[in-house]
Nanobody, 121 residues
Framework: QVPLVESGGGLVQAGASLKLSCVASSRIYSSKIIGWFREAPGKEREFVAR???????TVYADSVKGRFTISKHRHDTVHLQMDNLKPEDTAIYYC???????????????WGQGTQVTVSS
């Protein structure tokens, strides 16, 4: 399996928006669930959002609900649109895949290298 590749991070002010991309090396199978996670300094990796490729059904962490939107694009890409960013959203953002309806990082595979998101106050 080839790791997924994240991009789109950056340094923004509070209230701004960013759009992250997660690209697979080949077509994403319908059985897959793609998840976004984040890891802030000194904290454990935490679930942000996931999308089931076959149905488009999404799940969000309470901390981002109403501000972040996960979506599919083409046959190999998942986006994470992040609006109204807050300083507490500062972290390295990762994507990975699974076939389990899980929010646990341990259930996911093919982690990318991550993309840094920094939100200044």
């Amino acid at each position: 399996q080839v790791p997924l590749v994240e991009s789109g991070g950056g340094l923004v002010q509070a209230g701004a928006s960013l759009k992250l991309s997660c690209v697979a090396s080949s077509r994403i199978y319908s059985s897959k669930i793609i998840g976004w996670f984040r890891e802030a300094p000194g904290k454990e990796r935490e679930f942000v959002a996931r999308i089931r490729w076959s149905t488009g059904v999404t799940v969000y962490a309470d901390s981002v609900k109403g501000r972040f939107t996960i979506s599919k694009h083409r046959h190999d890409t998942v986006h994470l649109q992040m609006d109204n960013l807050k300083p507490e959203d500062t972290a390295i953002y990762y994507c990975a895949d699974t076939i389990d309806a899980s929010t646990s990082p341990g259930s996911y595979r093919n982690w990318g290298q991550g993309t840094q998101v920094t939100v200044s106050s």
